[in-house]
């Protein structure tokens, strides 16, 4: 079963606007971790944000914040102040603790700037 | 620099044919893993293992194998080719503590004719 939900296949974002990418997961595991990951078109995968499930407070790193809603199963990336360097592939991914710890990723939403 | 190598970048196979993918990384990290990436499909994993001599299948193993025979290596081997596996591949590896956060290879590009 499909743990990651991403429904935004893609995008279209103005630079300089904020841009909210919506990921909800499946879990019953009370301990787990939630992550993003940046794709460009030069294909390697790029970390951006993390936040546990203990965490009392929303992640954010430089422009990217994460809006986690524990009760809804919602970890939605924001995007601040968007750059024509920010059009990439976008993927939420999960690792629970059980299993090793395996990640899931979601099928990713295409966000593209435009100037 | 530190991090997660991967071999070849780009390969190209005729069905039944084998090939292996290497995968080395220089970080002593306990977890590596294999993805493969289809369009539409995010990263779905192949196989994992958590230390040397452990492996495990993921979401979709048929048609390859693993082994990891010390911390730094995991080969994946692509046994009979099969256009089915015309893929982007990825390595990540991650330490067991801390926010576990992967680290990805720069992915390998198979087509399989």
């Known amino acids: 079963a499909q743990k990651i939900t991403q429904t935004q296949p893609g995008m279209f974002v103005q630079e300089k606007e904020a841009v909210t990418l919506d990921c909800t997961y499946d879990t019953s595991d009370p301990s787990y971790g939630l992550f993003w990951y940046k794709q460009p078109s030069s294909g390697e995968m790029i970390f951006l944000i993390y936040?546990?499930?203990?965490?009392?407070q929303n992640a954010t790193e430089g422009r990217y914040s994460l809006n986690f809603q524990k009760a809804r199963k919602s970890a939605n990336l924001v995007i601040s102040a968007s750059q024509l360097g920010d059009s990439a592939m976008y993927f939420c991914?999960?690792?629970?603790?059980?299993?090793?710890?395996?990640?899931?990723f979601g099928a990713g939403t295409q966000v593209v700037v435009t100037p | 620099n530190a991090g997660v190598t991967q071999t070849p970048k780009f390969q190209v196979l005729k069905t039944g044919q084998s090939m292996t993918l290497q995968c080395a990384q220089d970080?002593?990290?306990?977890?590596m893993s294999w993805y493969r990436q289809d369009p539409g499909m995010g990263l779905r994993l192949i196989h994992y293992s958590v230390g040397a001599g452990i492996t495990d299948q993921g979401e979709v193993p048929n048609g390859y194998n693993v082994s990891r025979s010390t911390t730094e290596d995991f080969p994946l081997r692509l046994l009979s080719a099969a256009p089915s596996q015309t893929s982007v591949y990825f390595c990540?590896?991650?330490?067991?503590?801390?926010?576990?956060?992967?680290?990805f290879g720069a992915g390998s590009r198979l087509t399989v004719l």
């Open positions: 990540a590896s991650r330490q067991f503590s801390g926010a576990n956060v992967l680290t």
């Open positions: 936040q546990g499930s203990y965490d009392q």
């Open positions: 991914a999960m690792r629970e603790t059980d299993s090793w710890g395996k990640f899931q």
């Open positions: 970080m002593n990290h306990e977890y």
